[in-house]
């Protein structure tokens, strides 16, 4: 029999999904190395499908394990990767010829030199064709368990937007987190084509990401939320600024004033220095250090930024694997945002953003800072008024359509 024929597309896909669970490769570096050389419409294939099942990979587990009788961890990494891969397809995709889904997952399966497994994973394909996407319409999502799994996220993280949000905005947020984000860009200098944003200034939503002009440093990939938090610092020629946590450098090198970018890393930080120079950010210098272990003579600063690591809960729709290994970070959030307070002359301010929705990393951190919340940045920003603390600014996926962030302003007595 004639070996069936595996879309370059699909053969992207599968090895990006096998990167990301046999390797714990992050998605987006494992599909620049597995869809190098494809045409722009196998790569935006290949991302669709390998993005996608990543991020479905909960509900698209439930329905192989249903269908198959048989627990997908006991399933051979190919055979695994494979059928998720093709229940993507048949559940959530539309306009994918079920033959396609179907023969050339199983293809994959055979190129692995599992002939063994094909019947098997033939079978549970084409069941999954007739009965998944009714089986997955008809999952309930009255209790945030119900909805994690519909929705395919951790337990603890709709557990969390459950308690933060209620359950009509928690489902709102799980659905616009597992769509494609807005492609929007910081335009540095010169002119592109796109729309600008209504509400922040240098935002522009574009078709696609222009490399060409990427590489030139005239445009800086960056979401609105993100823009937002880097606008809400207010810094002004003359003063001093630092960034406490500054790689890849978006923020850094949207300020005004004499630019201190720290960064722990040794090769975030030379990362940091290459975006630098790439914006003609002449005015940002790097360091690379320990944010709570700053050398001495960095201090007496005007103004701060601490974009603190965080679960990134607001990003899970840009990076798929997140939601599968993320993890909470308020103890160092606080320490950040104690160390870049020290570092302030009294009468300052420090920016406290997190690009995350968890009042246990947001609204939790500035309480126990201490610290006095300006309650002008949402009088500034009133679109972006937190939805409980108006004193902070919240963005969210489902309501601004573009990244989760928390962003507050503290002054410095």
Not at 3 to 17: E, M, N, Q, T, Y
Request: aromatic fraction near 6%; include cysteine.
């Amino acid at each position: 029999m004639k070996a069936a024929a595996i879309s370059p597309a699909r053969a992207a896909a599968f090895d990006v999904i096998r990167r990301v669970f046999e390797h714990e490769a992050y998605t987006d570096r494992a599909l620049r190395t597995a869809a190098a050389g494809l045409a722009d419409r196998d790569r935006s294939l290949a991302r669709q499908l390998a993005y996608g099942t990543v991020q479905r990979t909960r509900t698209l587990d439930y329905v192989i394990e249903t269908v198959g009788r048989r627990p997908v961890r006991r399933l051979d990494d190919p055979v695994r990767a494979a059928l998720r891969l093709g229940a993507f397809q048949l559940v959530f995709l539309d306009g994918v010829p079920r033959y396609a889904a179907v023969n050339e997952s199983v293809e994959l399966v055979r190129r692995a030199r599992l002939e063994r497994a094909v019947p098997f994973t033939n079978a549970v394909l084409r069941r999954i064709a007739d009965e998944g996407r009714a089986s997955v319409e008809a999952l309930p999502e009255v209790t945030w368990e119900e909805a994690a799994l519909r929705h395919s996220y951790p337990d603890w993280v709709a557990e969390t937007w459950w308690r933060d949000l209620g359950a009509a905005g928690a489902v709102a947020l799980m659905e616009a987190q597992n769509e494609a984000p807005p492609t929007v860009v910081r335009l540095v200098r010169g002119e592109v084509e796109g729309v600008a944003d209504p509400d922040v200034p240098g935002a522009w939503h574009v078709d696609h990401m222009d490399d060409r002009m990427f590489e030139e440093g005239r445009v800086w990939p960056q979401s609105v939320g993100s823009q937002l938090a880097g606008l809400c610092v207010g810094s002004q020629a003359g003063e001093r600024v630092l960034d406490l946590c500054a790689a890849p450098g978006g923020k850094a090198t949207m300020l005004a004033g004499d630019v201190v970018a720290v960064e722990a890393s040794a090769s975030r930080a030379r990362e940091l220095e290459e975006n630098v120079a790439r914006l003609g950010a002449t005015n940002v210098q790097v360091v690379c250090a320990d944010g709570r272990e700053l050398p001495v003579a960095l201090t007496g600063f005007d103004r701060a930024l601490v974009d603190a690591p965080c679960s990134g809960l607001g990003v899970l729709a840009a990076r798929p694997d997140l939601r599968w290994r993320s993890q909470p970070l308020p103890e160092l959030q606080l320490e950040l945002l104690r160390a870049a307070a020290a570092r302030v002359r009294p009468g300052g301010t420090v920016v406290y953003s997190v690009c995350t929705v968890n009042r246990d990393e947001a609204e939790a951190v500035v309480d126990a800072s201490g610290l006095e919340v300006d309650l002008s940045l949402a009088e500034e920003w009133p679109q972006f008024r937190h939805l409980t603390r108006p004193g902070f600014l919240q963005t969210l996926p489902h309501v601004h359509r573009t990244s989760g962030f928390f962003i507050a302003r503290l002054h410095i007595p």
